[in-house]
């Protein structure tokens, strides 16, 4: 459970920020939409406890997130970044142990249990057979599998995604939205940011719309996400067009533009 | 999951290290014994195994070949294979540092710290004891006065503040060593300077080793505990926090040992380039950058690899080429090569 409460982000000669108010409760997954700028990644820095707040509270069940040694903060809240770019050409594997930092000593190798979980991981999303591939060597939508496979073989009860389909191509965004979904459906509790309102939509219970730091709405998609939102949060008229079942595609509309 | 899929996971790789380094170790003793017995007095292999063998059990001759191989040879091969293990690891761990395989143990200044101690000890007339002491010292306090400013400017790019500082303060030393040498007097001490700055290892004594061994040892050793964690350091800041670790404090324990083993090793033996810089690439792209495979291997291959520039620096010609130079010769073909693949793949 994350509490988030009148919260101001940012830094200390800057605030990015503030009057963040919400809860994301266990299994449900939230979307955070705002333009460049707003502060989407500041604030899930903040969330992470990378950043501390400038007021306010981020508390993790019960307790301020700044309370916790880095080792506790990763058992609780995972990050998977925007665009992991890799120094050297880690095996997947090994890239995915560091998943385990918050658990092995601080002296320590990681042990059966370990690869037991970072194998779990890669099988869970399906990507086991890149096990041995280096990091360096496998597409951009495979890396972000791998890297979302790291958070999951953290074993913390939120996953933070920094717009996790940003850099990616149709086929990669697709692949990487159906293992959210997957995830989603076992009972995992997300929160993403994204520049995609029909992707929030779809693949998300509510929406945090940030502009220019501050909440603009706070709801279930359905109802945060309505045209007249999206029109004020990027300053462009769109219309949302109903596609079979419960799926929308967001455009821009050409006649009032 | 299963335990035998587990270990069918994660055997090859280290299945395979493990080979390299065996096979690594084992060439590493023939390099030595082979070291033992090159230079104007030749032995061979057989007499060299022999000789060693007797001080062993405790039958030694009091021969001209047990005088060579023990007091002579014997600590500048000891120093040899110290200084390129040390130098190897910290380069090692500055690459993962810095996230950059291009960085060399001097980054940070300690090399040129360590030579500006040394350079006033020599300018001061200091004994050989006082000299390497100051190298130590100035090593550093070159690489303390790095982090201490770096720590002051940097904000949201705290390695490249780092690499920037160490430079600056690099090319401040080495304006002040150049200043020690102008006013240097140019008879005794100007050559002394020079040919310490050069790098050697024909002072190697007993009782360089003394001061040398521990401050490896201790330097090697830490690295080696950390050696897993040290992974993390070369994920993006960001990334290395969330997974839980204290980078900051991982990152001074990291600097400070591979600054202790850089610093010992040119108080012994002056500035030796390459070594840190191109024998971690050569160990990477054999059993690839996870840190706790890749020490132990860099290290050996340092060790081997400064075992046989100096071998080779004292036996290839009548009078001793300074070991610097061939590591420059040898490096930089090396490096140029490593370049040229790594931008292919």
């Given at each position: 459970m994350l509490v988030v409460e009148n919260l101001a982000f940012g830094f200390p000669s800057r605030r990015?920020?503030?009057h963040v108010t919400f809860a994301l409760a266990p299994g449900e997954t939230l979307a955070l939409l705002g333009a460049n700028g707003a502060g989407k990644t500041t604030l899930l820095r903040t969330l992470l406890g990378l950043l501390p707040p400038l007021a306010g509270r981020v508390a993790i069940d019960g307790a301020p997130i700044a309370r916790f040694t880095p080792a506790e903060r990763a058992t609780r809240i995972a990050y998977v970044p925007q665009h992991h770019v890799p120094a050297y050409a880690f095996s997947v594997t090994d890239a995915v142990l560091m998943g385990r930092a918050g658990r092995i000593g601080t002296f320590a190798r990681p042990g059966r249990a370990d690869h037991a979980a970072a194998a779990e991981a890669l099988a869970t999303l399906g990507i086991g057979s890149l096990a041995r591939r280096p990091v360096t060597e496998i597409s951009g939508g495979e890396r972000q599998l791998v890297m979302i496979a790291r958070a999951l073989a953290q074993q913390a009860s939120i996953i933070v995604l920094d717009e996790p389909t940003a850099s990616l191509d149709f086929g990669n965004r697709v692949r990487v939205l159906r293992e959210l979904d997957r995830l989603r459906a076992r009972g995992m509790t997300l929160l993403f940011s994204t520049h995609e309102p029909d992707q929030a939509l779809v693949h998300a219970d509510r929406a945090l719309l940030l502009a220019d730091g501050r909440p603009l709405a706070l709801d279930a998609v359905g109802r945060a996400l309505s045209a007249e939102n999206i029109e004020r949060l990027y300053g462009t008229p769109v219309r949302l067009v109903a596609l079979d079942g419960n799926r929308y595609a967001c455009v821009p509309d050409e006649r009032r533009a | 999951m299963s335990a035998t899929t587990v270990a069918r996971v994660r055997a090859p790789a280290s299945r395979r290290t493990g080979w390299v380094f065996v096979g690594a170790c084992c060439a590493l003793i023939a390099l030595a014994l082979i070291a033992l017995g090159s230079g104007r007095y030749p032995l061979s292999i057989a007499e060299v195994a022999a000789v060693l063998w007797d001080r062993v059990t405790g039958?030694?001759?009091?021969s001209t070949s047990d005088a060579i191989v023990w007091q002579i040879r014997l600590p500048r091969v000891c120093v040899a294979l110290l200084v390129g293990a040390a130098l190897a690891a910290a380069g090692t761990a500055y690459q993962h540092l810095f996230r950059n395989p291009l960085v060399a143990p001097d980054t940070l200044g300690v090399s040129s710290g360590a030579a500006l101690g040394a350079v006033l000890g020599i300018f001061l007339g200091a004994g050989f004891l006082a000299i390497e002491a100051a190298a130590f010292l100035g090593g550093l306090l070159a690489v303390g006065a790095v982090m201490l400013i770096a720590a002051r400017l940097s904000a949201h790019e705290p390695l490249v503040t780092l690499i920037l500082t160490g430079i600056v303060i690099a090319s401040l030393l080495g304006a002040a060593i150049s200043m020690f040498k102008y006013l240097a007097d140019p008879y005794n001490q100007l050559p002394a300077i020079t040919f310490w700055l050069m790098g050697s290892l024909a002072a190697s004594s007993a009782q360089e080793l003394g001061v040398l061994a521990p401050a490896v040892g201790v330097a090697l050793a830490v690295l080696f505990a950390l050696a897993w964690r040290i992974n993390l350091l070369a994920l993006p800041e960001d990334e290395a926090r969330a997974l839980g670790i204290d980078s900051g404090r991982l990152r001074l324990a990291v600097i400070a040992a591979a600054t202790l083993a850089t610093s010992a090793s040119v108080a012994v033996s002056g500035i030796i380039g390459w070594v840190g810089l191109v024998v971690p690439h050569m160990a990477r792209l054999i059993v690839g950058p996870e840190f706790s495979r890749l020490l132990p291997l860099a290290a050996v291959f340092g060790a081997a690899f400064m075992l046989a520039i100096d071998t080779l620096a004292r036996t290839l010609a009548s009078i001793e080429i300074p070991p610097g130079i061939l590591t420059a010769v040898v490096g930089t073909p090396v490096f140029i090569a490593l370049l040229a693949r790594s931008r292919r793949s």
């Open positions: 990015v920020g503030d | 039958h030694a001759a009091a």
